[in-house]
């Protein structure tokens, strides 16, 4: 097993060190590596297997926690490292590779002696290969112990080394490309990055899609339209922001809710602010949200200001001037923007 081991991680960490000198042209199913957007998270269970806070472990529990990956289309090696305190034990380790017929073969793993530092590489068949994955994927398992009160990830920090926590994307054909730890500064050599949460409490997932509303109530959207790169903050009772996110390029978002958030608030130098609020517990996904996207001069009124940033941004082909969504511009684009001419905002009332 040792012997395995060695190989599998001296074999990972060549590729990146090979990636180091490579440009990134390879596809991932179609999707450019760099638009995906990989995601690691922390899952906890509690020993009567009801979900717990990540944030607030007890002292004397054992725990499952998964590790999930989700957000990616295929993975050839999936390696992670991290750095362990005395404040928690682990005591066994399962992964995708012990699942049959998963496509992933080797699932090494090694934690110190003292139990100060955690190792796992996940590997596809003789490394050569990439398996897809569909959804959110457990790729490891843990049985933690826990020996003081506290938050999961302050007892185990991941390394931000390049070299030691990363995800091989693609080895079809002998490409390879990699993402690595999301902290990394970023040049013009890094490789996309992966994000995770370490310590996830109980939330609610809230996804949706902004929409380009088509009149100052917010009521009717653009079915084509997108609002990209608009801010997407999680509100408690006091307006403070507890949670945040931003739309992709498809207008999408992802967002997990806190217990106490009442409300989401959105937000993009052409968009006015929309406040939403959040009710139930059961709140999941809101596929069109629409928003006002028009105000380019953001003075809450449409009139010359905007005119003259929507001629300029349209002959440059600016995507916010996209308003019907089609990827051209013409006149469903003028007649949506000229429908607010001269009107102000009085959005009607949205609930999620």
Not at 150 to 163: E, K, M, Y
Not at 176 to 187: F, G, M, R, S
Request: aromatic share 10%.
């Amino acid at each position: 097993m040792k012997k395995t081991l060695y190989k599998i991680m001296i074999t990972a960490l060549s590729i990146v060190l090979i990636i180091a000198a490579m440009p990134l042209t390879v596809l991932a199913e179609g999707v450019p590596l760099g638009e995906e957007s990989p995601f690691i998270s922390a899952q906890f269970l509690d020993s009567n297997g009801d979900e717990a806070d990540g944030n607030a472990l007890a002292a004397g529990e054992r725990y499952t926690v998964n590790l999930a990956l989700k957000n990616i289309s295929n993975v050839a090696i999936f390696n992670l490292t991290a750095q362990l305190t005395d404040d928690i034990t682990i005591t066994n380790v399962t992964s995708i590779a012990d699942v049959e017929n998963s496509g992933f073969e080797y699932g090494g793993y090694k934690v110190d002696t003292d139990n100060n530092k955690f190792v796992i590489v996940i590997s596809t068949v003789n490394n050569t290969t990439y398996t897809e994955l569909n959804g959110e994927t457990v790729m490891v398992t843990l049985t933690v112990d826990v020996n003081t009160d506290g938050d999961f990830a302050d007892f185990f920090q991941v390394s931000t080394s390049r070299n030691h926590t990363f995800i091989i994307a693609n080895l079809e054909e002998g490409n390879e490309a990699a993402y690595v730890y999301k902290d990394l500064e970023q040049t013009a050599t890094d490789y996309p990055f992966l994000d995770f949460d370490m310590s996830p409490s109980s939330k609610i997932t809230v996804t949706g899609t902004l929409k380009v509303a088509t009149e100052e109530t917010g009521t009717n959207f653009a079915p084509d339209s997108k609002v990209a790169n608009a801010t997407v903050d999680v509100l408690d009772a006091n307006d403070a922001v507890v949670a945040t996110t931003t739309t992709d390029s498809d207008g999408k978002f992802y967002v997990e809710i806190p217990n106490d958030a009442v409300s989401l608030r959105i937000t993009k130098y052409c968009v006015n602010e929309r406040v939403i609020t959040l009710s139930g517990n059961d709140v999941t996904d809101y596929p069109n949200i629409p928003v006002v996207a028009v105000d380019y001069d953001s003075n809450g009124v449409w009139g010359a200001g905007d005119n003259g940033l929507y001629k300029d941004g349209y002959n440059s082909q600016n995507p916010d001037m996209d308003l019907d969504g089609n990827g051209a511009f013409g006149a469903g684009d003028n007649a949506i923007y000229k429908g607010f001419s001269g009107k102000s905002i009085r959005y009607a009332s949205f609930v999620l």
